[in-house]
């Protein structure tokens, strides 16, 4: 499987962003996907997830209320809509795909990753 991200850029506070990730490989409709984001000089974190069928997600804690993960099996894609972004929201924006149908927001439990997209919140 491969998966590059795209949507990242530079937004004001406040502002929302919609993070794509499409991906290759005729299995991807059967993968959890997620988004994770790394921020410097911190370790990468878990942003939110989704099973295959979309029919289970989690989110951290951080972005509840403000983010929403979903997917699209026939277009190979899973997104990330984010709202009300904060300063604290500047990162690299990873997707990533865990070949078993269970939400997981352990990193290491996700085989593929894609080359990350720059977000950043400032004014």
């Known amino acids: 499987v491969q998966l590059v991200e795209s949507g990242g850029g530079l937004v004001q506070p406040g502002g929302s962003l919609r993070l794509s990730c499409a991906a290759s490989g005729r299995t991807f409709s059967t993968y959890t996907m997620g988004w994770f984001r790394q921020a410097p000089g911190k370790e990468r974190e878990f942003v939110a997830a989704?099973?295959?069928?979309?029919?289970?997600?989690n989110y951290a804690e951080s972005v509840k209320g403000r983010f929403t993960i979903s997917r699209d099996n026939a277009k190979n894609t899973v997104y990330l809509q984010m709202n009300s972004l904060k300063p604290e929201d500047t990162a690299v924006y990873y997707c990533?795909?865990?070949?078993?149908?269970?939400?997981?927001?352990?990193?290491?439990?996700?085989?593929?990753w894609g080359q990350g997209t720059q977000v950043t919140v400032s004014s």
């Open positions: 990533a795909a865990h070949k078993l149908p269970l939400i997981t927001i352990v990193t290491r439990n996700y085989e593929y």
């Open positions: 989704i099973t295959w069928r979309g029919g289970s997600t």
